[in-house]
């Protein structure tokens, strides 16, 4: 069987706003865990619940949703926040390993008091956990530059928006 963790955080940081994304508001948004993710998301319009629709008509793949977290866009993520969820993810998938492959359904704009590219940063710390022959796919908005994202990820999943908001996605592999 080909073994899929999937763990993640969502977040669009504006910096202009001068409300920060503390780790009590997180909380309070909620990170969730194993089923919960499958529960709150499968049926969403959500990254995630197209990343768990595509898996589940796979036979020969078993998804394993770790962590994920969500919250709506405010000021950029304190550095206490950034490091518990993300210690949180790394642990989630260091625990439950080894991988085949870890999904990273990150929405690709995150700002934290301490890295300017939360979203890179963690897929950076993913990449040293697991190494460099689990495949990593991470997503990302098609506005967003290159970044240390694409750099440590094995393919990148673009979620396009329509005038109607509907997600569509496509996968462009990275060389």
């Not at 008509?57 to 919250?71: A, G």
């Not at 709506?72 to 926040?81: D, I, K």
């Not at 967003?144 to 928006?161: G, N, P």
Request: glycine share 6%; aromatic share 6%.
């Amino acid at each position: 069987m080909f073994r899929i963790a999937i763990a993640g955080f969502q977040h669009e940081s504006n910096s202009f706003s001068k409300i920060p994304a503390s780790l009590d508001r997180w909380k309070a948004a909620g990170i969730i865990f194993g089923q919960e993710i499958v529960d709150e998301y499968e049926t969403s319009t959500a990254t995630i619940a197209g990343m768990l629709a595509r898996l589940r008509k796979e036979s020969d793949i078993e998804i394993h949703p770790l962590v994920f977290t969500r919250m709506m866009p405010m000021g950029p993520m304190t550095a206490e926040a950034t490091e518990h969820i993300m210690d949180l993810m790394l642990k989630e998938i260091g625990d439950n390993g080894p991988w085949d492959a870890v999904l990273l359904p990150l929405h690709g704009a995150a700002v934290s008091d301490k890295y300017l590219d939360a979203d890179g940063e963690i897929s950076e710390k993913v990449r040293k956990l697991v190494g460099k022959n689990v495949i990593i796919g991470t997503g990302k908005s098609p506005k967003k530059c290159e970044s240390l994202l694409e750099r440590m990820s094995s393919l990148v999943l673009l979620w396009i928006c329509t005038l109607m908001s509907r997600r569509r996605s496509s996968l462009m592999p990275i060389s």
